[in-house]
Nanobody
Framework: QVQLVEFGGGLVQPGGSLRLSCAASGFTFNTNTMYWYRQAPGKERELVTTIRTSGRVTEYADSVKGRFTGSRDNAQNTVYLQMDSLKPEDTAVYYC?????????WGRGTQVTVSS
């Protein structure tokens, strides 16, 4: 079955960096666009970045442009989110997401907390 497992979250000080990973299995990874979303407490889930099958990133949320970088390794069935210059407002649960046919798949998420 389709599985998406995120890891790499944690507590980091403002201005710091984290790299999130999402390991995918159960489907043909290199034929699927992958997405990173995030959800902060009391807020709606928002799209962070869209990573096409080629690895080209076609979308970043305005709030993360210039600070976050999405990428993927099709040989490793893994998608990444490099987060630099982190701010307290980046605190959220980060989710990996893909759509296969009519179905939408999500990982369980990984918590990122930016605080001094």
């Amino acid at each position: 079955q389709v599985q998406l497992v995120e890891f790499g979250g944690g507590l980091v000080q403002p201005g710091g960096s984290l790299r999130l990973s999402c390991a995918a299995s159960g489907f043909t990874f290199n034929t699927n666009t992958m997405y990173w979303y995030r959800q902060a407490p009391g807020k709606e889930r928002e799209l962070v970045t869209t990573i096409r099958t080629s690895g080209r990133v076609t979308e970043y949320a305005d709030s993360v442009k210039g600070r976050f970088t999405g990428s993927r390794d099709n040989a490793q069935n893994t998608v990444y989110l490099q987060m630099d210059s982190l701010k307290p407002e980046d605190t959220a649960v980060y989710y990996c997401h893909t759509i296969i046919g009519r179905y939408s798949y999500w990982g369980r998420g990984t918590q990122v907390t930016v605080s001094s």
